[in-house]
């Protein structure tokens, strides 16, 4: 069973029921504050019925005749009311945009071809500007989506507060968790090297995933005068290359590209601003080479094809190219992605949200950690989260990967709370890891 928030999934994993159950926490907080506070059963009954007003709009808005062709008749062209016939069309869009970031379906995800970090929370701009002739293959998922929701009963849907309370010995240290409250940067070393470890699994179509792309840094690199500098260095100073790339460094402390972004926007950004798979700092003057000579080997290979009447696309061409960005890209990136992670303001949400997105999973981030020695995520209970305290009086909850590493100590026979029934220990000091 899939467990989030205290409600209890009867099936497998559904992007339906990750908004259902958004929805109920939400409702579940709102109508909370009401005189008369609404049962489990309707809170669930309600954010079914939200849910499928969200789907069942977006698909209207998508096929509505005058959101695909807006007609304008002839008698109003040149006035200003033709501008307001074709606002129907920007305003429908814009509505579609922002409840397609709500619904954050991965697969739709990928149709608009747009980085993860635009859907959720953020900014719908970026899927209003991949919109367009695409929403024949959105509406389909969206039905595919009603359908699923079709099959799902509320009445299936179970909530924890029907279980015990139970006292648990929760085998894990501290530094074996991922800490919620702390960004990436922030965590136990113990956790760096372990993440390091799930970075170094990533394939080259992960990387696209997260922004990290061969042509794309080659053509930011072009404008840096990266190669002149380069060369005027080891001719003018007499250098060998590894002298001439530390003299790069220490010249652009914050990379060749952080350099470039500050004399283009003409204030210090010292690597920040950047996502958390992309921080300038982490790309060094050998790494840069190594991409100026791998774009100049593959230009050198289409040509040799080409020369031998062999068209360079496909085949033995695309097998020869794959094998140099393997084995020669590959492991540029892995170290830019795993470097700028580690050293990022990034959260532990932001990670496990990028690891479910690139994997197809909900939990992909949870496994990959879990098997890594990696036992769970600790947070701050809810009060301890005030910026003044100290950390040793912070009250930690504990979520655990693995439900080996508990042991149920006592059996207490109350209800448990259905907002804390999910948590692996609750309480004081004495409840935390040994």
Not at 275 to 301: C, M, R, S
Not at 336 to 353: E, I, P, R, T
């Amino acid at each position: 069973m899939d467990e989030f928030g205290g409600m209890v999934n009867p099936s497998a994993f559904d992007v339906n029921f990750h908004n259902i159950k958004d929805k109920w926490e939400r409702n579940s907080e709102k109508h909370g504050f009401f005189t008369r506070k609404k049962s489990d059963n309707e809170l669930i009954n309600l954010s079914f019925g939200e849910y499928n007003e969200d789907l069942l709009r977006t698909i209207d808005l998508l096929t509505n005749k005058k959101y695909r062709d807006p007609f304008v008749p002839d008698f109003l062209k040149g006035t200003s009311l033709e501008t307001e016939s074709r606002m129907f069309k920007i305003n429908q869009k814009a509505e579609a945009s922002d409840l397609l970031s709500k619904i954050n379906d991965p697969t739709i995800n990928k149709v608009l071809d747009v980085d993860p970090k635009y859907f959720g929370k953020a900014s719908p701009s970026k899927i209003h500007q991949n919109l367009d002739g695409k929403e024949d293959k959105i509406v389909e998922r969206l039905n595919e989506l009603r359908e699923n929701l079709s099959k799902m009963n509320p009445e299936d849907f179970q909530l924890k507060s029907q279980g015990k309370l139970y006292e648990m010995d929760f085998d894990a240290e501290f530094y074996e968790l991922l800490d919620w409250d702390k960004p990436m940067s922030q965590q136990s070393d113990f956790v760096k090297e372990r993440i390091g470890k799930i970075v170094d699994d990533f394939d080259l179509n992960d990387m696209q995933n997260l922004g990290i792309e061969l042509y794309d840094l080659h053509n930011q690199l072009r404008g840096t005068n990266f190669k002149r500098i380069l060369r005027n260095i080891m001719e003018g100073e007499k250098k060998t290359k590894e002298e001439a790339y530390k003299i790069i460094d220490d010249m652009f402390p914050n990379g060749i590209l952080a350099h470039k972004a500050e004399k283009e926007m003409q204030f210090d950004i010292g690597g920040t601003g950047f996502a958390p798979y992309t921080n300038p700092n982490y790309l060094k003057a050998k790494d840069v080479d190594k991409i100026f000579e791998i774009i100049e080997k593959q230009k050198d290979i289409a040509n040799d094809f080409a020369e031998r009447g062999i068209p360079p696309i496909g085949g033995e061409y695309e097998k020869v190219i794959n094998q140099i960005m393997e084995n020669e890209l590959l492991p540029i990136f892995k170290n830019y992605a795993k470097k700028s992670l580690l050293s990022s303001d990034g959260g532990v949400q932001s990670f496990l949200n990028d690891m479910n997105y690139m994997k197809g999973k909900h939990n992909a981030g949870e496994l990959a950690s879990r098997d890594l020695g990696i036992k769970g995520i600790m947070y701050n209970a809810g009060g301890s989260r005030k910026a003044d305290m100290k950390e040793e009086d912070r009250i930690k909850n504990f979520v655990t990967f693995n439900d080996r590493d508990l042991e149920i100590i006592k059996k207490y026979g109350l209800l448990a709370s259905p907002l804390i029934a999910g948590v692996g220990l609750l309480g004081n000091d004495n409840d935390r890891p040994n």
